[in-house]
Each structure stands twice: as structure tokens, then as C-alpha cells.
């Protein structure tokens, strides 16, 4: 739940600096997506929304989607 937090944090920043469009924070919903994700099995199917990158990172796909957003980030060049 922490590196949610410290994803939410870059993101979160970065979009208020421009450099992303659009994104919503996860705050005070974290312990919802990593509860709810644990109870399934790993051949459920998850449809996530705005709000539910914790249930990427509990199945392990979030940290290297998170990674190449930051390196993508940081090869734009804005005017």
C-alpha cells in the first residue's frame, strides 16, 4: 500500500504540472484493493477502473506498468 501511495504521489504531481492529462488519486481506498484482490482466485477475471491500481499491483503487473509510465514521462518533451 505504500508504493500506491508514492505512485499517487508521482501521478498525481505530474498531472498538475501538465505532463499527464488525467488521473485520480487512490487515497483512503488502498486496504479495498489489495483486500478484495486477495480474495480472488488468480483465474478471476478483473475489470479495474479509475480507482483500483492496487489490484494490478497485488497480481504483480503494476510495478512494471508504473516503470515504463515514469521512463515514458520522462523522455516527453514539452515546450
Do not use: C
Not at 25 to 40: I, K, M, P, R, V
Not at 45 to 67: I, N, P, T
Amino acid at each position: 500500500m505504500v508504493l500506491l501511495n508514492i505512485m499517487d504521489n508521482i501521478l498525481y504531481e505530474a498531472q498538475r504540472q501538465g505532463r499527464i492529462s488525467f488521473y485520480m488519486t487512490n487515497y483512503g481506498e488502498e486496504a479495498t484493493h489489495f483486500g478484495s484482490s486477495a480474495a480472488l482466485h488468480p483465474d478471476d477475471m478483473v475489470f479495474g477502473q479509475y480507482r483500483e491500481a492496487g489490484v494490478l499491483m497485488w497480481r504483480g503487473y503494476f510495478s512494471l506498468f508504473f516503470f515504463f509510465l515514469l521512463k515514458i514521462m520522462d523522455n516527453i518533451k514539452f515546450n
